[in-house]
Nanobody, 129 residues
Framework: QVQLVESGGGSVQAGGSLRLSCAASGYTNNRYCMGWFRQLPGKRREGVAAIDSEGTIRYADSIKGRFTISKDNTKNTLYLQMNSLKPEDTAMYHC???????????????????????WGQGTQVTVSS
């Protein structure tokens, strides 16, 4: 059973930075599509960033130039470096993974799909103005 555990969230002022981590266990297949989505209570899931098995990365327009997704396959860990944070970035951030081979834009879109295989409990990010 795949497990995804996020960490690194917190409260920061606008302009600050945070680095989220997602430790994955229960699989060693580096062909998974992985990424991050965020969600506010009662709101729809919003894709943030995705990285496919070939290393192709896609970002939401709202965070381009500020956030960077990366992964360390040797540690089975996914990261999200978040810089220049804004109050509108406040949300619960979830790590996600899918065992099907999705490439490029499809890997990003699967984050929002009801068929998404795995996601973690999330880590809260709060940005104050």
């Amino acid at each position: 059973q795949v497990q995804l555990v996020e960490s690194g969230g917190g409260s920061v002022q606008a302009g600050g930075s945070l680095r989220l981590s997602c430790a994955a266990s229960g699989y060693t297949n580096n062909r998974y599509c992985m990424g991050w989505f965020r969600q506010l209570p009662g709101k729809r899931r919003e894709g943030v960033a995705a990285i496919d098995s070939e290393g192709t990365i896609r970002y939401a327009d709202s965070i381009k130039g500020r956030f960077t997704i990366s992964k360390d396959n040797t540690k089975n860990t996914l990261y999200l470096q978040m810089n220049s944070l804004k109050p509108e970035d406040t949300a619960m951030y979830h790590c996600a993974a899918d065992s099907a081979v999705y490439i490029g834009d499809d890997c990003y879109r699967i984050l929002l799909s009801p068929t998404l295989n795995y996601w973690g409990q999330g880590t809260q990010v709060t940005v104050s103005s």
